[in-house]
């Protein structure tokens, strides 16, 4: 067909042009995926606009953010390996599970991304949470463990001058609460068939001394790991231990000392400012924290619950993925969302505008980050929490005595190495 105008023409190149710039602008622009999880530290809300400051400084990198609850993280990880290049680029992985992405190949090697300077500024028990057969897999991000969080107005009530200094001295003032009215379960835990009982249990198999290995073997019949069962179980039998602790997780937790109905509560750093709220909490300005206690005056225990962000093994877009975790594991980025999940930086537990409100946790947080006892690290750890989590609800459900339980824990895991 012959064109008569030359103005059709023109106007067809321009929309060609003009449609060419959009397509190499689309191009241009790298499309990378972030799996996050919705439970604890930092909140949705908190991960969002710390992307939006990324993007806006790198507007050619556009991060699709996906959360899941902690329970179905790792599962997620690894199925997204079926997805290859379409799945993810970046992921949030806890402290036990590098023994197993490393074994199955989930993660890329990073220990050449790593500036060395850089590491020396981070706590040594954050890097160790990336660190897996002396090669790095990521950056910690999440440096957490659990601490004693108090209710100052019932522990006066019931004329206790300090808190708890060893979990015997816990069980000694739960007795005092409960006999004298005050709350009727003094104590909550997040006790469900989940990760965050392994951690509840961590923490005090840390208090009394205990050990998982014996000889290079997984045991839970050492006389620290027994002594940490009994005593979840005497708590439970003498009705100091709210009953539902067996079905609740942190959250539950949080929501049960927050509406005024526990004295003790174990739970992660988020809590502290969350419980401090009054928008969602009746025992605002009453909340008090320590160390979680050890089984002497002057030991504390604490589990590592620390996090890393890592790039997936498949990931197309490594370099722009590690821009992203670089970006939001920096100091001034973790200083700036201090205050639900503290800094994996030593010089931010002395910077004012970071403890400023917060003084009480960073001061329990300087003593119970340097003593986190990690939980097995083992590739078959998920299965590993498995057996845990299914002999230790035996016993709180009075199915089986600690004994048997722990016995049985053992032979099972056993077969895993």
């Not at 290995?213 to 005497?234: C, D, I, R, S, Y």
Request: hydrophobic share 40%; charged share 20%.
């Amino acid at each position: 067909m012959k064109i008569t105008s030359k103005y059709p023409v023109l106007t067809l190149c321009a929309v060609t042009v003009l449609s060419l710039g959009l397509s190499a602008q689309a191009l241009a622009e790298t499309h990378i995926n972030a799996l996050f999880m919705t439970q604890a530290a930092y909140s949705e809300s908190d991960i969002r606009a710390m992307t939006a400051d990324f993007t806006k400084q790198h507007p050619d990198i556009d991060v699709n953010l996906e959360f899941v609850p902690y329970e179905a993280l790792h599962d997620k990880i690894v199925a997204a390996r079926g997805a290859g290049g379409n799945g993810y680029d970046v992921v949030l992985f806890d402290a036990i599970w590098p023994a197993e992405f490393t074994k199955f190949g989930l993660l890329q090697d990073v220990s050449a991304r790593i500036n060395p300077d850089d590491s020396k500024k981070i706590f040594s028990g954050a890097m160790s949470t990336v660190t897996y057969q002396g090669k790095v897999w990521g950056l910690p991000w999440i440096l957490d463990t659990k601490y004693l969080y108090y209710n100052k107005a019932m522990l006066a009530k019931a004329g206790i001058t300090t808190p708890p200094h060893t979990w015997q001295q816990v069980e000694q003032q739960s007795e005092i609460l409960k006999q004298k009215g005050i709350v009727k379960y003094p104590l909550v835990w997040s006790w469900s068939q989940a990760e965050a009982l392994v951690c509840d249990y961590t923490t005090l198999v840390s208090a009394y001394k205990g050990q998982f290995f014996e000889q290079g073997k997984l045991n839970f019949t050492n006389p620290g790991a027994m002594k940490a069962v009994n005593f979840m179980k005497e708590t439970l039998d003498k009705g100091l231990t709210n009953p539902n602790s067996r079905e609740y997780l942190e959250e539950d937790v949080r929501k049960v000392f927050s509406n005024g109905d526990a004295a003790f509560a174990l739970n992660w750093t988020y809590m502290y400012n969350m419980a401090n709220d009054p928008k969602q909490s009746k025992v605002a300005g009453d909340v008090g924290i320590v160390p979680a206690p050890g089984s002497k005056d002057g030991q504390v225990s604490a589990v590592n619950g620390s996090m890393g962000l890592g790039i997936a093994k498949a990931s197309k877009h490594p370099d722009q993925a590690w821009q992203f975790i670089s970006y939001i594991t920096s100091q001034p980025v973790q200083d700036k969302y201090s205050r639900l999940s503290l800094p994996i930086w030593k010089s931010s537990y002395d910077d004012p505008k970071v403890q400023q409100g917060q003084e009480p946790l960073i001061a329990a947080a300087k003593q119970s980050l340097n003593v986190m006892l990690s939980r097995p690290e083992i590739p078959a750890y998920s299965q590993l929490s498995n057996i845990l989590q299914q002999n230790l609800q035996q016993v709180l459900q009075n199915l089986a005595t600690p004994d048997a339980a722990m016995q049985a824990a053992t032979k099972a895991a056993d077969r895993l190495r």
